[in-house]
T-cell receptor
């Protein structure tokens, strides 16, 4: 069964360092999402792509976070510099096309710990 | 603003007994609603979804949910809990036009032998 791949699964870093997460969605899925899940809370959308274009990045802290999906396939989420409050699970999800709300397929996530 | 409220942060049941996880939504129009499950150290998986068709929705692993507009509720139920059901469950509001999802804070289901 096709899956959303994410790496690394775990990342420990010191504050002020740069961090990057990678996501490879299910083949053929045009829509890709990055969510942040703080311990004890539900996931919150950071950025949504439709193919290579950003559809929604209203909740992305743009002073330190950036995301790209250059060829409309895999995607990278970067944090620079990392802060203590960035410790969370970063989840990537994909869906076949816009309009099929809710049918998201999630990866296993990248857990970030900032010391 | 659209939102969902999960009324219990933790629910404990015994194996073989019924499960009820409660969710209320607030929306100015008829929403799409979903339940997702997250097992420890795993990604989220769609359990079921409501998109204005039948109000009683059946999902995977024996779960079902009923959309009640008069009560603005979308509670998740299962007749008989299994140990493998222990996980975090999220009620989710969805905008079908733009695929925007708003997650509740989650309910942790604990199942004891």
């Amino acid at each position: 069964e096709a899956e959303v791949a994410q790496s690394p699964r775990y990342k420990i870093t010191e504050k002020s360092q740069a961090v990057a997460f990678w996501c490879d969605p299910i083949s053929g899925h045009a829509t890709l999402y990055w969510y942040r899940q703080i311990l004890g809370q539900g996931p919150e959308l950071l950025v949504q792509f439709q193919d290579e274009s950003v559809v929604d990045d209203s909740q992305l802290p743009k002073d330190r976070f950036s995301a790209e999906r250059l060829k409309g396939v895999d995607s990278t989420l970067k944090i620079q510099p990392a802060e203590l409050g960035d410790s969370a699970m970063y989840l990537c999800a994909s869906s076949l096309r816009q309009g099929k709300a809710g049918e998201l397929f999630f990866g296993e996530g990248s857990r970030l710990t900032v010391l | 603003a659209q939102s969902v409220t999960q009324l219990d942060s933790h629910v404990s049941v015994s194996e073989g007994t019924p499960v009820l996880l409660r969710c209320n939504y607030s929306s100015s129009y008829s929403p799409s609603l979903f339940w997702y499950v997250q097992h420890p150290n795993k990604g989220l998986q769609l359990l079921l979804k409501y998109t204005s068709a039948a109000t009683l929705v059946k999902g995977i692993n024996g779960f079902e949910a009923e959309f009640k507009k008069s009560e603005t509720s979308f509670h998740l139920t299962k007749p008989s809990a299994h140990m493998s059901d222990a996980a975090e469950y999220f009620c989710v509001w969805g905008n079908t036009g733009f695929q925007k999802l708003v997650f509740g804070t989650g309910t942790r289901l604990l199942v004891s032998p």
